[in-house]
């Protein structure tokens, strides 16, 4: 494959206007720094410099936001430019999954383009995976999906911080080597461009005229010497709107623009999707050849050694940060001391309290080479107290604290400086008699270990000669590591791996880190919105989907990291403890296509080069909810729909289908715009 760039612009810093405030005059002159600079370099090419309200000239200030129609940039003699168009949002360790409206983000583009916009960039238009250590964070999961027009998965390995070079390409023409759709995202956006592309002279030079209908709708019309071109815009949220526009009359849905290159004829409307939905299913494909269940071997990771010594590799009197220690070369950082108790001591033998102030991502402790406990930060709130019973011996006990990062802080005001790990103060009390005795261990002589032996001894490299152990190979147990070989599935569909059943840990394949899993970690159960409403503005709670479910339970394998052929290797280290029998690999596939359109649309269905099956779903009139939970609405046509769709669509490949009263009746929907919904089975 062959890949070119062409440079068209240049960005320096990013999104520095967001977090300047705090840095007061040295920010300020940081940011002329920036842009001579840049300046001085002679490139070329406009520089610019995204959320910088005050960019120096001349440096282009640009917007990154869900909504940017009423940015206006700093010189009002530069183009107004969208560089960030928040297609959905991330996803957090706890949290669930973020959609965005693929109606809403169409009605932003179209509405920044109505106000005069010139530049549109998505992010992410492609979704990508924070293999091996790459997740920003905090707590930022291994997948970065987002919820972009392609997805994450593909044949080949896209990491997220692919976003940089996706900020500045516009359409791909091989993005379906690589991805899945997310349709119908991906197919109503290009069908927005497409429109907007066609009328790329008119936007460019055309004079602008608006028109204020009221109750937030407006009509804003591009004018040059060969003609015009007009958008009807409706920001209500609620109602629809009727425009009557040079003797027509339009109906406008609420919060979505209509795009009318010649005036006259509604070319595209925001809120009017005429591409299939596609719901992605995974599913393993079992065969004689490749059993999806797992033959486990297993090994403990070895920590007896500087557990009970309390021996690791610095020695310091203080608690440091996490960062300090391990240089960024490892997410796991042993803290470990040694505590006497003199038998005369009256709280000898008694049971005490381990109390430890910490801002480690993941804290796990062991005293005197047993787990005594683990907790974790709650997404958002990285300070907590872990405390746990302990019974000392009398002589010499070592404490040791694992502390685990999962992505360090990587935006905000000083954000290198946002604590991880164990900070202290760490404590234990203990009573005797109405006598609460406290020993505080922070300034104590700290040894520190980084990083997990099993990784320095590369047990995930499948050429590793370390002996692992068929026999018993245990459930739930703390700093396990596990061992399958397994086949690659058949079949071109991307390859996912199922860690439903196990905590928390790191995976690879074929000594490939595919990066971090916490299938543990449960969102919570409250949040999800099952009839999202697109009107509205977005935010990153709206829309929420996957609530109660462990946060990512699917895990990204590049079929780069494939042997077609021949064994695979598949190594987990598991730290808190699971139980691997439920592991299995799996493929994504369309699993059923979608669609929701209104009269005198047509819809293609297809089912991506497999026969459509069966049509579970269909109705004609005003049909409720959404691909995989349709219902049929107040009105409805008394033809058969399901029988109309089977004979047109059943065994077929694709199907288009003409929504016309002609063929499917005409219920009496009190005047509104009939649509017609159907879910047809891959
Ligand atoms: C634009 O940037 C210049 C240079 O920093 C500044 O003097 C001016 O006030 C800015 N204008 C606005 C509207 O922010
Ligand atoms: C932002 O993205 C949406 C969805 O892809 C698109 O419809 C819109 O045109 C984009 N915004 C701009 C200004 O291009
Ligand atoms: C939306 O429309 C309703 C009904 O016509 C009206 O009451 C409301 O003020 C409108 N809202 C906006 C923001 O225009
Ligand atoms: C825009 O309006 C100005 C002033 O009325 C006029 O001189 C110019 O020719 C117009 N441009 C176009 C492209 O129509
Ligand atoms: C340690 O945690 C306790 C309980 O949250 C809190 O009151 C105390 O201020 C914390 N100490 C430090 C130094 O952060
Ligand atoms: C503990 O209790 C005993 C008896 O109730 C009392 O004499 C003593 O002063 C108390 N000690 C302290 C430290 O409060
Ligand atoms: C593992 O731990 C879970 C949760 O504590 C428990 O429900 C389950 O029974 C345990 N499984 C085994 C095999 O011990
Ligand atoms: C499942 O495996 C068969 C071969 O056994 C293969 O032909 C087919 O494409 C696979 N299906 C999927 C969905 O991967």
Redesign the pocket.
């Known amino acids: 494959m062959f890949i070119f760039f062409v440079l068209l612009i240049l960005q320096i810093e990013n999104e520095y206007g967001n977090v300047m405030g705090p840095y007061g005059e040295s920010g300020k002159s940081y940011i002329k720094w920036c842009a001579n600079m840049a300046q001085s370099l002679d490139v070329g090419v406009p520089w610019i410099m995204c959320q910088q309200n005050d960019a120096p000239q001349p440096m282009l200030n640009t917007c990154n936001n869900f909504y940017c129609d009423n940015f206006v940039p700093n010189n009002s003699n530069t183009p107004k430019m969208w560089t960030e168009n928040w297609t959905g949002w991330f996803k957090q360790w706890g949290g669930k999954n973020p959609h965005r409206t693929t109606e809403d983000v169409a009605f932003s583009v179209a509405r920044f383009f109505q106000r005069g916009g010139t530049f549109n960039n998505y992010y992410m238009y492609h979704g990508g995976t924070n293999f091996d250590r790459t997740a920003g964070g905090p707590y930022i999961t291994t997948s970065y999906d987002y919820d972009a027009p392609l997805d994450e998965y593909g044949k080949f390995k896209v990491y997220s911080y692919l976003k940089i070079f996706y900020k500045f390409l516009f359409l791909l023409t091989w993005e379906n080597l690589l991805s899945n759709l997310n349709q119908p995202k991906y197919g109503h956006l290009k069908q927005l461009h497409d429109v907007l592309h066609s009328m790329e002279r008119i936007l460019t030079y055309g004079n602008i005229s608006t028109i204020d209908f009221g109750n937030s709708a407006s009509a804003t019309i591009y004018k040059t010497e060969e003609g015009s071109s007009c958008f009807f815009g409706n920001g209500n949220e609620t109602s629809d709107a009727t425009i009557s526009f040079q003797g027509e009359s339009y109906v406008v849905p609420a919060w979505s623009v209509t795009i009318l290159p010649d005036c006259k004829n509604e070319a595209y409307n925001t809120a009017k999707i005429t591409t299939q939905t596609s719901m992605m299913v995974k599913k393993p494909n079992d065969t004689e050849d490749t059993p999806s269940t797992l033959k486990w071997s297993w090994r403990p990771e070895s920590m007896d050694n500087f557990l009970l010594k309390g021996k690791g590799e610095s020695t310091q009197t203080q608690l440091f940060d996490q960062k300090v220690v391990t240089n960024d070369q490892s997410d796991y950082l042993w803290y470990m001391t040694t505590v006497k108790f003199k038998k005369r001591d009256p709280i000898s033998g008694k049971i005490m309290s381990l109390r430890v102030n910490s801002t480690a991502h993941v804290l796990h402790a062991f005293v005197n080479g047993k787990h005594i406990g683990n907790q974790h930060a709650e997404n958002g709130k990285f300070n907590y107290v872990f405390e746990k019973d302990v019974k000392f011996k009398s002589g010499r006990n070592v404490i040791a604290l694992l502390s685990i990062t999962v992505g360090l802080a990587n935006y905000g005001a000083f954000f290198e400086s946002k604590p991880a790990g164990i900070t202290g103060p760490i404590f234990i009390t203990g009573r005797n008699g109405n006598e609460t005795i406290v020993k505080d261990l922070s300034a104590h002589k700290w040894s520190y270990k980084t990083g997990l032996n099993g990784v320095k001894n590369q047990l995930f490299r499948t050429e590793s000669m370390s002996k692992w152990s068929v026999e018993g190979v245990p ?2 147990r703390t700093m396990t590591w596990y061992k399958a070989t397994f086949k690659a599935p058949l079949g071109n569909d991307p390859v996912v791996v199922d860690l439903m059943g196990l905590g928390k840990g790191t995976a690879w394949v074929n000594g490939n880190n595919i990066g971090c899993y916490w299938p543990a970690f449960i969102s919570s159960e409250n949040g999800c919105d099952a009839k999202c409403n697109y009107r509205g503005a977005y935010h990153a709670e709206k829309c929420l989907t996957n609530c109660g479910e462990p946060t990512q339970r699917w895990y990204h394998v590049p079929c780069s990291f494939l042997n077609a052929e021949g064994d695979n290797t598949l190594v987990l280290f598991e730290e808190m ?3 691997p029998s439920l592991v299995s690999f799996q493929t994504t596939r369309g699993g059923s296509v979608c669609a929701n359109v209104y009269e005198k649309k047509i819809i293609e269905l297809s089912c991506d080069r497999k026969p459509i099956s069966a049509i579970k779903f269909a109705s004609f009139g005003n049909p409720d909810g959404n691909c995989g939970s349709f219902e049929k609405g107040t009105c409805e046509s008394s033809k058969n729909t399901v029988d109309i769709l089977t004979q047109e669509c059943v065994g077929k490949e694709k199907c288009s289908i003409d929504v016309s009263t002609e063929k499917f009746g005409a219920p009496d929907c009190s005047g509104a715009t009939r649509r017609l919904a159907v879910e047809a089975i891959c």
């Open positions: 459930f739930n403890g699971g139980n």
